[in-house]
């Protein structure tokens, strides 16, 4: 079973050389930690900036800069700053490549819900509304289930959704799971975790095929 570094650490796989890439609020915010250093990686925020680095080092942080979740980042070598309306014309304009997000829903078809719990106030959705519609690949990034031990991975999402059928894969605390029109396609098992565990806390779909391999972390 893995902590929130060790999805973070698994999903820094799914970054490329010459991506550029938006991170979301949570776990997804590990992610930049992790990334090989013989990869050129471009990480950005809706807030307005492009070239994230990993967090700063306790005592080194920098109030000034800070990501869409508020909190503070560093800025590699090359960093630019804008504002938001530049931001999300690059989101837009599909000009990211990969956006890795938080979710407290997904369904077996791609359907995510990430933004509000109903009766319970927030802000806003934030960008994510724009990012499930702008990127190419979206993957997810959450525990397998909530704090009561039920599934996070359903047949049909109970709350009001971000985005239709737009997640193409999730890395949870205990599996990499592919969204296919079969289903949850099972790629991966956390370390020390079954198959028929995973199927336990799993109400949507799961299919997998032969033998699972245990994920390297």
Same mark, same amino acid.
């Given at each position: 079973?893995?902590?929130?570094?060790?999805? %973070? $650490?698994?999903?820094? #796989?799914?970054?490329? =050389?010459?991506?550029? +890439?938006?991170?979301?609020?949570?776990?997804?915010?590990?992610? %930049?930690?992790?990334?090989?250093?013989?990869?050129?990686?471009?990480?950005? /925020?809706?807030? !307005?900036?492009? !070239?994230?680095?990993?967090?700063?080092?306790?005592?080194? &942080?920098?109030?000034?800069?800070?990501?869409?979740? $508020?909190?503070?980042?560093?800025?590699?070598?090359?960093?630019?700053?804008?504002?938001?309306?530049? /931001?999300?014309?690059?989101?837009?304009?599909?000009?990211? =490549?990969?956006?890795?997000?938080?979710?407290?829903?997904?369904?077996?078809?791609?359907?995510?819900?990430?933004? $509000?719990?109903?009766?319970?106030?927030?802000?806003?959705?934030?960008?994510?509304?724009?990012?499930?519609? /702008?990127?190419?690949?979206?993957?997810?990034?959450?525990?397998?289930?909530?704090?009561?031990?039920?599934?996070?991975?359903?047949?049909?999402?109970?709350?009001?959704?971000?985005?239709?059928?737009?997640?193409?894969?999730? +890395?949870?605390?205990?599996?990499?799971?592919?969204?296919?029109?079969?289903?949850?396609?099972?790629? &991966?098992? %956390?370390?020390?975790?079954? +198959?028929?565990?995973?199927?336990?806390?799993? &109400?949507? $779909?799961?299919?997998?095929?032969? #033998? +699972?391999?245990?994920? &390297?972390?």
């Amino acid at each position: 079973m893995l902590d929130k570094n060790g999805i %973070a $650490k698994r999903i820094a #796989k799914e970054v490329k =050389d010459g991506y550029y +890439v938006n991170l979301g609020i949570g776990i997804p915010t590990l992610v %930049a930690n992790f990334v090989r250093d013989d990869i050129d990686v471009e990480f950005q /925020s809706e807030n !307005g900036i492009l !070239g994230m680095g990993p967090f700063p080092f306790e005592g080194e &942080e920098d109030a000034d800069l800070i990501n869409a979740g $508020k909190q503070t980042i560093t800025a590699l070598p090359g960093a630019s700053f804008f504002d938001s309306a530049t /931001s999300f014309a690059m989101i837009r304009g599909r000009h990211v =490549d990969l956006t890795i997000l938080g979710a407290m829903e997904v369904s077996e078809n791609g359907d995510i819900a990430n933004w $509000k719990i109903p009766g319970k106030m927030v802000k806003g959705m934030g960008g994510a509304m724009d990012l499930v519609a /702008s990127a190419s690949t979206i993957i997810v990034a959450m525990m397998h289930t909530n704090r009561a031990g039920e599934s996070k991975l359903l047949k049909r999402c109970a709350l009001p959704l971000t985005g239709v059928g737009c997640v193409t894969k999730i +890395v949870t605390n205990l599996a990499v799971i592919e969204v296919t029109e079969r289903g949850f396609l099972l790629k &991966e098992r %956390a370390p020390g975790v079954s +198959v028929e565990e995973i199927q336990k806390v799993t &109400e949507g $779909k799961l299919v997998f095929e032969g #033998k +699972v391999p245990e994920m &390297e972390v």
